[in-house]
């Protein structure tokens, strides 16, 4: 419902489920410090893996209790693009994508002003992730 608070975040993490079926990803990457961004994209139930990144050790711990979320800790964040770099280098550094793999981000731009999810961004992992 477009009167709700989070309708854009709804619609940006329904739909990044559904492009990542589509394009057969191999995982939904996605910072949150809420975790609302988490709860709403396991709730799709997409096949891709859903990681996400919270500077927040209470979600951390939170988060294991979700289906299908992997956390990780991460404080250090850009600007968008260079977060998103980060992210996929950390996840291809320990072998959970790999080069060729199409990834779905979620993020909230600018990602300073530590918005609510309403962005996707699709990427293709290469030798320089």
Same mark, same amino acid.
């Given at each position: 419902?477009? @009167?709700?608070?989070?309708?854009?975040? !709804?619609?940006?993490?329904? &739909? @990044?489920?559904?492009?990542?079926? &589509?394009?057969? @990803? =191999? @995982?939904?990457? #996605?910072?949150?410090?809420? #975790?609302?961004?988490?709860?709403?994209l396991a709730s799709h139930r997409p096949k891709?893996?859903?990681?996400?990144?919270?500077?927040?050790?209470?979600?951390?711990?939170?988060?294991?209790?979700?289906? #299908?979320?992997r956390a990780f800790f991460y404080d250090h964040?850009? &600007?968008?693009?260079?977060?998103?770099?980060? *992210?996929?280098?950390?996840?291809?550094?320990? &072998?959970?994508?790999?080069?060729? !793999?199409? *990834? *779905?981000?979620?993020?909230?731009?600018?990602?300073?002003?530590? #918005?609510?999810?309403?962005?996707?961004?699709? =990427?293709?992992?290469?030798?320089? !992730?």
């Amino acid at each position: 419902m477009p @009167a709700s608070p989070t309708f854009i975040s !709804d619609a940006v993490c329904y &739909n @990044a489920c559904k492009i990542s079926e &589509n394009v057969q @990803a =191999a @995982a939904i990457l #996605g910072l949150t410090v809420s #975790g609302y961004t988490a709860f709403m994209l396991a709730s799709h139930r997409p096949k891709s893996n859903i990681f996400i990144f919270t500077s927040s050790l209470k979600m951390l711990n939170m988060f294991s209790l979700i289906w #299908g979320v992997r956390a990780f800790f991460y404080d250090h964040p850009h &600007n968008t693009e260079e977060t998103m770099t980060t *992210v996929r280098r950390f996840l291809k550094g320990r &072998n959970y994508i790999k080069s060729g !793999d199409i *990834v *779905v981000h979620t993020a909230s731009i600018p990602l300073s002003e530590g #918005g609510r999810t309403n962005a996707i961004k699709l =990427a293709t992992i290469n030798g320089a !992730d």
